[in-house]
């Protein structure tokens, strides 16, 4: 069974005041959602007041990114096992803002995403094609190696314990959401590539689609059978826009 999920992705917002009271009122009302997961990967520094605000609820801790470095002499950066010790379950990797701003190719992505499970944290790893790739219609080609260079770094087990995203680059804060059978369209591409590999793995993939998912598009897109839910940028960072996503799971 595909396990549903919807993540947040809160990027550089937030302050302890207003993350206090945006998870005091998405606490209060998906406490009760069941088994569907939700996640909210915030920036590193509200880790630890974070984590211990959702103490005894099920909505699970994420961050943002993560080094690929396991320690060592490297300025700045947060190593894996550090994000285990305030219980980081999941970690976004290769979202497509860390790799157009912060120049990660396909190998470092690959690496994070090693680093992340060596330390048993789940990584969320994106992908997605940019406009002119879709225009120049290599959306497939851009997909797969993306894909390709975490299988071939990591092998496709691997997947078993992660959660791929697609996010076409041009949906991302644009407001200009894929539509229902556009996101399907790749997510379908997505997961009968996987299955070419290992059947199980493909099955049991959760494929979460990204960009520009809000309150009212929410439950069209996750009807499509192979979106398995979504990460939420923008929309994660209003309560009643976040809740009525995650409510939308259950449609
Ligand atoms: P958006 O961002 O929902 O604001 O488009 C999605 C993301 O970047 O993960």
């Known amino acids: 069974m595909r396990k549903k999920m919807v993540a947040g992705n809160w990027k550089m917002h937030g302050n302890l005041v207003d993350n206090k009271q945006l998870l005091d009122a998405v606490i209060a009302e998906l406490n009760g959602l069941g088994e569907d997961l939700v996640a909210v990967c915030v920036p590193y520094l509200y880790l630890p007041s974070v984590q211990s605000q959702l103490q005894n609820t099920k909505i699970a801790l994420g961050a943002q990114n993560v080094s690929q470095y396991e320690k060592g ?43 992340a499970q060596n330390a048993g944290i789940t990584p969320i790893l994106c992908v997605g094609e940019t406009m002119e790739q879709r225009e120049a219609k290599i959306t ?39 539509s229902p059978e556009q996101a399907q369209d790749v997510h379908a591409f997505i997961r009968e590539g996987i299955a070419k590999q290992n059947l199980n793995v493909a099955n049991q993939l959760t ?32 309560a009643n826009d976040f809740i009525a996503i995650c409510r939308a799971l259950r449609h």
């Open 207 to 238: 494929v979460l689609y990204g960009g520009s998912v809000k309150g009212n598009n929410a439950s069209e897109l996750f009807a499509m059978p192979d979106i398995d839910g979504g990460l939420i940028g923008g929309a994660s960072l209003i």
């Open 140 to 178: 497939e080609q851009v997909i797969e190696q993306q894909l390709m260079s975490v299988i071939n770094l990591a092998g496709i087990e691997t997947l078993n314990k992660a959660v791929v995203a697609y996010e076409p680059v041009w949906a991302i804060g644009t407001g200009k959401t894929a």
């Open 73 to 115: 002499a490297y300025t700045g950066e947060i190593s894996a096992s550090m994000l285990s010790d305030f219980q980081c379950q999941y970690v976004i990797v290769g979202h497509s803002e860390r790799r157009m701003l912060f120049g990660e190719d396909n190998h470092v992505v690959a690496e994070k995403y090693v680093a």
